[in-house]
């Protein structure tokens, strides 16, 4: 089994519709991260959280929210989703003591804002 | 403002062929140092890492990189491509100038002709 796991893998849906990613992870990290990958952008940094108590904003917050259930768990949310919204999301975990430890990567989400 | 810059959107060379793909950053102090690959339809994977010592890294899947203080680069090489070796390529940089989080260039997406 995969150790990072992502639900759904793909999702298409419309403006303004609330949607959910989720994210689980069997590694037993502390650190989990949600990134966008965009053509031409590379991956930019959503949110992330160093604990479950711990929740930090990234490069391009705006328009998502977060919730780490457990260790194992963080859902990223989009309230109101815009079809600037669309692209590949991914889900990443690391080990904690540094912020440089390598990071382990779900498979990603493809989510279509129509 | 912090950047990583891969040159090249798209490489392609020959099944056999030598490659090198780029990478540079724009700042000076001691940066750790990231090339991660990314396959068709998957997350992606760590190749090699730098943070300290040797310059040559070697990594996974026959590739190597060089860190190259004087040019603020990290160049990916091999010395002889093969089909499987067909992705997207993505260095990344992580310092505490960088707020301690890891900042990816926009990927290199290698073709390998047959």
């Known amino acids: 089994d995969a150790d990072v796991t992502q639900t759904p893998r793909n999702r298409i849906t419309k403006t303004g519709k609330r949607i959910m990613l989720e994210c689980s992870q069997t590694k037993g990290h502390d650190r989990m991260y949600w990134y966008r990958q965009d053509p031409g952008l590379g991956l930019r940094l959503i949110y992330y959280s160093f604990d479950v108590k711990d929740i930090n904003k990234g490069e391009i917050s705006d328009g998502y929210s977060v919730s780490r259930q457990a260790q194992a768990k963080f859902s990223l949310s989009l309230e109101s989703a815009i079809p600037n919204q669309t692209a590949l999301y991914f889900c990443?975990?690391?080990?904690?003591?540094?912020?440089?430890?390598?990071?382990?990567f779900g498979p990603g989400t493809r989510l279509t804002v129509l | 403002a912090q950047s990583v810059t891969q040159p090249d959107i798209h490489i392609t060379v020959s099944e056999g062929a030598s490659l090198e793909l780029r990478c540079n950053y724009s700042y000076g102090a001691t940066p750790y140092l990231f090339w991660y690959v990314q396959s068709p339809g998957q997350g992606l994977q760590l190749l090699l890492k730098?943070?300290?010592?040797?310059?040559l890294v070697q990594g996974i899947k026959g590739f190597e990189a060089e860190f190259k203080r004087s040019q603020s680069s990290f160049n990916l090489r091999k010395p002889s491509v093969h089909w499987s070796d067909a992705a997207e390529y993505f260095c990344?940089?992580?310092?505490?100038?960088?707020?301690?989080?890891?900042?990816f260039g926009a990927g290199t997406i290698l073709r390998v002709k047959s």
């Open positions: 990443a975990t690391s080990e904690g003591g540094s912020s440089y430890n390598e990071q382990f």
């Open positions: 990344a940089v992580g310092a505490k100038e960088y707020g301690n989080k890891l900042v």
């Open positions: 730098y943070f300290s010592g040797d310059t």
